[in-house]
């Protein structure tokens, strides 16, 4: 089993279209969303739903107040300042450290696990889907990536499918981090800008640090040829391959406003060929044809 994760150094580069093309053309396969901070690829595949799940990621403080003797002493320790003078936990501003419910010498502090989002099992008209929200403002967003990258590894093995496309989050930050790590392949999306250069280059930098295989494909790269040029330079001093380029087009735009991909809304246009260049690339790169596979490891 293989598993591309398509990323970026930013959002808005265009991931979901590019990602839900190469699943209209996969063979095989299952789709897996892992920006849970964002998630917007059910935008275009319209998934529906067959499996939810709560996801418990972490917890929050609760003073009991029957129980509080009113020492103070959780307001001292509480290096957020989540707890006011009445004794009262501010849920947004405490952290579940879990600091005031170890000092607390009365045992006054309730510290329960509680639902920080959700994840899916879905079909889509495309195949299956495993995809997750999670609450506005909750943490543990790695901790959840790992959970449905390792949900989708189950679900393709149990129905003997080849390739896991994913969606990743944009960014080098921890969702990135739990995205690509034990992936076949990453591929970098950039456009041609002196901050897409910057941000491909620190991307590109984690997937190598990891030993991740990674690819470089342009987006609107006739916007600016010289900093496509710049960029093309740049992935072969990081002996990265670049597996196309993207011009720019308003049918990506108007493809996604209509909730379908390149492929359906403009299936015979010069930038629909391109894409199915691109995902032929690609899909015959040693990279997703080699036998051995890797086991994705659970995030404690």
Same mark, same amino acid.
């Given at each position: ?17 590019l ?9 095989n ?34 003073? =009991? ?5 009113g $020492? ?7 290096? @957020? ?19 005031? *419910? ?22 889509? /008209?495309?195949g299956? #889907?495993? *995809? ?15 959970? %449905? /990258? ?29 995205? %690509? ?20 280059? /620190? ?13 470089? $494909? ?33 049918? @990506?735009?108007?493809a #996604? ?5 390149? #492929? ?5 246009s ?12 690609? /899909? ?10 890797? =086991?994705?490891p659970? #995030?404690?």
């Amino acid at each position: 089993m293989k598993e591309l994760v398509v990323i970026s150094g930013k959002g808005g580069t265009g991931k979901t279209s590019l990602t839900a093309a190469f699943g209209s053309l996969a063979d095989n396969h299952l789709f897996c969303d892992t920006d849970v901070d964002a998630a917007d690829l059910h935008l275009l595949l319209d998934p529906k739903v067959l499996e939810k799940n709560e996801f418990i990621g972490g917890s929050k403080a609760t003073i =009991i107040a029957d129980h509080c003797s009113g $020492c103070g002493l959780c307001t001292e320790v509480c290096k @957020f300042s989540a707890i006011n003078e009445d004794f009262v936990v501010d849920p947004i501003e405490c952290e579940g450290c879990g600091v005031c *419910h170890a000092f607390c010498p009365e045992h006054a502090v309730d510290f329960q696990p509680r639902k920080c989002g959700e994840w899916f099992t879905s079909t889509t /008209r495309f195949g299956p #889907m495993v *995809h997750a929200h999670l609450g506005i403002g909750e943490e543990n967003s790695g901790k959840l990536v790992s959970l %449905i /990258r390792k949900q989708a590894q189950i679900l393709a093995q149990e129905n003997q499918l080849e390739l896991i496309v994913t969606d990743g989050p944009p960014g080098i930050g921890c969702p990135v981090i739990a995205s %690509i790590t034990g992936a076949s392949a990453v591929l970098i999306l950039v456009e041609p800008t002196v901050s897409g250069l910057h941000d491909m280059k /620190r991307v590109a930098e984690l997937a190598l640090h990891f030993k991740i295989p990674a690819m470089v $494909c342009i987006n609107k790269y006739d916007l600016n040829t010289e900093m496509t040029q710049a960029i093309e330079s740049e992935t072969e001093k990081l002996n990265l391959l670049t597996v196309g380029r993207i011009p720019f087009d308003p049918a @990506f735009t108007m493809a #996604m406003v209509n909730g379908k991909t390149i #492929m359906e809304y403009a299936p015979s246009s010069e930038l629909a060929e391109t894409v199915n260049s691109i995902w032929t690339t690609i /899909r015959s790169s040693e990279f997703l044809t080699k036998k051995e596979a890797r =086991i994705l490891p659970i #995030m404690k």
